[in-house]
């Protein structure tokens, strides 16, 4: 089936640093990637839409110049958060829409996440 | 605009059959979805229904849509400790490229031994 690796799991960074985020869809080419982020105890949180070879679609509310998508490839979207600060400490996580039999119902495959911690 | 709600908490006995409930206000929802997610993980596609579709039924889990009343159920049967996770409820609305899915805020379900 559809995989989506996302990587890092998990990253602890300084106050005032960016943290590049990578999701990789590894048997399948996913031309909308998705980027979400999720408090403790909540929902996941729709950040931006990131399609290949075009500009991001952000979601009313979130910083894009903060956020930066990157979809460079049909099998890779990244996103860097610039400058991050302790209230961008979060669990983000990217979901690529699957293909085959499934493409219809636009089944999106999950990434694991990536908890990031900004001391 | 767009609204998915659900049940916070569940807590049930191994073995017993556990339901978990959510409402949606898009009636122009095409596909709604059950996903799972374990402590510190992603989100685990478990099934989804077409929208002109009643019931889905994969195994354990029975899905049940009505429709009317912008009702979606999720029944696991014979419920397990493994099945221990949280439950978010989606509903897909947009098409062509340019759908989203928008979620509840996820229902805890606890399988006691």
């Known amino acids: 089936g559809a995989v989506v690796s996302q990587h890092p799991s998990w990253v602890i960074c300084k106050s005032g640093t960016s943290v590049k985020i990578e999701c990789r869809s590894l048997?399948?080419?996913?031309?909308?990637m998705f980027w979400y982020r999720q408090f403790p105890k909540q929902s996941l949180m729709l950040m931006a839409t990131s399609n290949e070879g075009s500009k991001a679609t952000y979601e009313q509310g979130v910083e894009k110049d903060k956020f930066l998508i990157n979809h460079a490839s049909l099998t890779l979207s990244t996103l860097t958060v610039t400058s991050a600060h302790p209230e961008d400490s979060s669990f983000y996580i990217c979901?690529?829409?699957?293909?085959?039999?499934?493409?219809?119902?636009?089944?999106?495959?999950f990434g694991a996440g990536s908890r990031l911690t900004v001391l | 605009g767009e609204d998915v709600e659900q049940s916070l908490f569940l807590s049930v006995r191994e073995g017993d059959s556990s339901v978990i409930n959510c409402t949606y206000t898009d009636s122009s929802s095409t596909y709604l979805y059950w996903y799972k997610q374990e402590p510190g993980a992603g989100l685990q596609l478990l099934t989804y229904?077409?929208?002109?579709?009643d019931m889905k039924q994969d195994q354990r889990l029975t899905v049940l849509l009505n429709k009317k009343d912008k009702h979606l159920s999720l029944r696991i049967a014979d419920t397990q400790t493994g099945d221990s996770a949280i439950y978010f409820c989606a509903e897909k609305f947009g098409g062509g490229s340019n759908y989203k899915l928008t979620f509840g805020k996820g229902t805890l379900l606890t399988v006691n031994p």
């Open positions: 229904i077409f929208s002109n579709m």
């Open positions: 048997d399948f080419q996913a031309t909308t």
């Open positions: 979901s690529a829409r699957g293909q085959g039999r499934d493409s219809g119902a636009n089944v999106l495959t």
